[in-house]
C-alpha cells in the first residue's frame, strides 16, 4: 500500500478497504472527487497493490493536454502523420502494456479520444494517428474526474457507453472537510517532508497551530494542506505555532466560531441532582462546567488537543481549567 496513504479517520479507513478490495482484479475503476484530494495517490495505491504492481502505472492530466495533441499522447502517431510527426511515437497505451494507465480528468476529453478508448477497453486494440495497423495491448484502465459525469452524459459531452465501462467501480476520494481528524497526521507529515525535500532540521508543529488547521474546511484538500505546511516549514524558525499560520486561515476559523456562536442551539432542559440543587451558584457552575469538561474528555479519549478545538479554547487554557476544577486522568471512564 502506497505511503502517500495518510490518515486513520473512519472515513479514510472506508476508501482503504475499497482499494484493498478493487486491487486484485483487472477491472476499470472510476475515482471521483474534487480537486485535490488525491485521487491519483489513490490511483497508484490500487496499482502498488495489484499483480500489475511490477509492470508500469503511466499517468496522463487529460485536462492539461491540448484537444488536438490528446490522441497523440494516449495512441502514438506514425511519421508524417500531421504537421511536426517527423518520427513515429509511442503512446501511453503502448507504454503502459502490461500495466495501469491512468487517465486524470477524464470529463475533459475530447469526443474522438473518448470513442478511442472505449475500443481499447472493449477489445485492447488500438491504431496509431496516421496509422494503419491494429495494436493489442494489456492494460488496467483507471480514470479520475472531478466533474458530474452523468450530467456531462446528458449533456452529450461524454460518451455514455463509455461512461459505463468506466464506472464498473466507482470510488470517491472524500473531500478533507470529512476526514478532519486525518489532518494532524497529515500536518505531521507533510511537516518532515517539507524539511526533508529543502534540507531543513526537522521542525514540530504546535498542538494549537494543529488545531486551527483541524478547524479549516480546506477548500483545496489534501493538496492545499501541503502547499500551506511547506510554506510554514520554510517561513517558520525552529517550529511552526498559531503565530506562523496564514491570516486568511486564523480569521476563517475565528469567523466560524463566532457565526456558530451567534447563531445559537436550543439547549434541551436538564433535570438537576438533588445534590445540585443545594450548591451556591459559584460552586453549582463549576460543578456542571467541570462535569461537561470530563464528558468531553471522555468522548474524546482524553485527547487534550482535540476536546480544547472542540470546546473552542486554547490547549493552554484547558489545561489551567482541568487545574482550577481538580479534573485529572484518574477520573478517564474505563480507567
Given at each position: 500500500?502506497?505511503?502517500?496513504?495518510?490518515?486513520?479517520?473512519?472515513?479514510?479507513?472506508?476508501?482503504?478497504?475499497?482499494?484493498?478490495?478493487?486491487?486484485?482484479?483487472?477491472?476499470?475503476?472510476?475515482?471521483?472527487?474534487?480537486?485535490?484530494?488525491?485521487?491519483?495517490?489513490?490511483?497508484?495505491?490500487?496499482?502498488?497493490?495489484?499483480?500489475?504492481?511490477?509492470?508500469?502505472?503511466?499517468?496522463?492530466?487529460?485536462?492539461?493536454?491540448?484537444?488536438?495533441?490528446?490522441?497523440?499522447?494516449?495512441?502514438?502517431?506514425?511519421?508524417?502523420?500531421?504537421?511536426?510527426?517527423?518520427?513515429?511515437?509511442?503512446?501511453?497505451?503502448?507504454?503502459?502494456?502490461?500495466?495501469?494507465?491512468?487517465?486524470?480528468?477524464?470529463?475533459?476529453?475530447?469526443?474522438?479520444?473518448?470513442?478511442?478508448?472505449?475500443?481499447?477497453?472493449?477489445?485492447?486494440?488500438?491504431?496509431?494517428?496516421?496509422?494503419?495497423?491494429?495494436?493489442?495491448?494489456?492494460?488496467?484502465?483507471?480514470?479520475?474526474?472531478?466533474?458530474?459525469?452523468?450530467?456531462?452524459?446528458?449533456?452529450?459531452?461524454?460518451?455514455?457507453d463509455l461512461y459505463f465501462r468506466l464506472n464498473v467501480v466507482p470510488l470517491r476520494a472524500p473531500p478533507l472537510r470529512e476526514r478532519r481528524d486525518d489532518v494532524p497526521l497529515l500536518s505531521a507529515a507533510f511537516v518532515e517532508?517539507?524539511?526533508?525535500?529543502?534540507?531543513?532540521?526537522?521542525?514540530?508543529?504546535?498542538?494549537?497551530?494543529?488545531?486551527?488547521?483541524?478547524?479549516?474546511?480546506?477548500?483545496?484538500?489534501?493538496?492545499?494542506?501541503?502547499?500551506?505546511?511547506?510554506?510554514?516549514?520554510?517561513?517558520?524558525?525552529?517550529?511552526?505555532?498559531?503565530?506562523?499560520?496564514?491570516?486568511?486561515?486564523?480569521?476563517?476559523?475565528?469567523?466560524?466560531?463566532?457565526?456558530?456562536?451567534?447563531?445559537?442551539?436550543?439547549?434541551?432542559?436538564?433535570?438537576?441532582?438533588?445534590?445540585?440543587?443545594?450548591?451556591?451558584?459559584?460552586?453549582?457552575?463549576?460543578?456542571?462546567?467541570?462535569?461537561?469538561?470530563?464528558?468531553?474528555?471522555?468522548?474524546?479519549?482524553?485527547?487534550?488537543?482535540?476536546?480544547?478545538?472542540?470546546?473552542?479554547?486554547?490547549?493552554?487554557?484547558?489545561?489551567?481549567?482541568?487545574?482550577?476544577?481538580?479534573?485529572?486522568?484518574?477520573?478517564?471512564?474505563?480507567?
Amino acid at each position: 500500500m502506497s505511503s502517500d496513504l495518510i490518515g486513520a479517520s473512519s472515513t479514510f479507513r472506508a476508501v482503504l478497504e475499497e482499494i484493498h478490495v478493487v486491487a486484485p482484479v483487472n477491472t476499470a475503476v472510476l475515482v471521483q472527487g474534487e480537486t485535490g484530494t488525491g485521487k491519483e495517490v489513490v490511483a497508484r495505491a490500487i496499482h502498488d497493490a495489484s499483480p500489475r504492481r511490477h509492470h508500469p502505472f503511466v499517468a496522463i492530466n487529460c485536462a492539461a493536454i491540448p484537444a488536438a495533441l490528446l490522441e497523440s499522447e494516449l495512441f502514438g502517431h506514425e511519421r508524417g502523420a500531421f504537421t511536426g510527426a517527423t518520427a513515429r511515437k509511442r503512446g501511453l497505451f503502448e507504454m503502459a502494456d502490461g500495466g495501469t494507465i491512468f487517465l486524470d480528468e477524464i470529463g475533459d476529453m475530447v469526443s474522438s479520444a473518448q470513442s478511442k478508448v472505449l475500443r481499447v477497453l472493449q477489445s485492447g486494440e488500438f491504431t496509431r494517428v496516421g496509422g494503419e495497423q491494429t495494436l493489442k495491448v494489456d492494460v488496467r484502465v483507471l480514470a479520475a474526474t472531478n466533474r458530474d459525469l452523468q450530467a456531462a452524459v446528458a449533456s452529450g459531452e461524454f460518451r455514455e457507453d463509455l461512461y459505463f465501462r468506466l464506472n464498473v467501480v466507482p470510488l470517491r476520494a472524500p473531500p478533507l472537510r470529512e476526514r478532519r481528524d486525518d489532518v494532524p497526521l497529515l500536518s505531521a507529515a507533510f511537516v518532515e517532508l517539507a524539511c526533508r525535500e529543502n534540507g531543513m532540521k526537522v521542525k514540530t508543529i504546535s498542538d494549537e497551530a494543529v488545531a486551527l488547521l483541524s478547524a479549516y474546511p480546506w477548500p483545496g484538500n489534501v493538496r492545499e494542506l501541503r502547499n500551506v505546511i511547506e510554506r510554514l516549514v520554510i517561513l517558520s524558525e525552529e517550529s511552526v505555532g498559531v503565530g506562523d499560520l496564514p491570516e486568511e486561515i486564523v480569521e476563517d476559523v475565528s469567523r466560524r466560531k463566532r457565526e456558530a456562536v451567534s447563531a445559537g442551539q436550543t439547549l434541551p432542559r436538564v433535570e438537576l441532582p438533588p445534590e445540585a440543587r443545594a450548591l451556591p451558584l459559584r460552586e453549582f457552575r463549576d460543578h456542571m462546567e467541570r462535569e461537561y469538561i470530563r464528558i468531553k474528555l471522555d468522548e474524546n479519549g482524553w485527547n487534550i488537543s482535540r476536546t480544547a478545538n472542540l470546546l473552542g479554547i486554547e490547549r493552554t487554557n484547558l489545561h489551567k481549567k482541568m487545574r482550577s476544577l481538580g479534573l485529572t486522568r484518574e477520573e478517564r471512564a474505563g480507567s
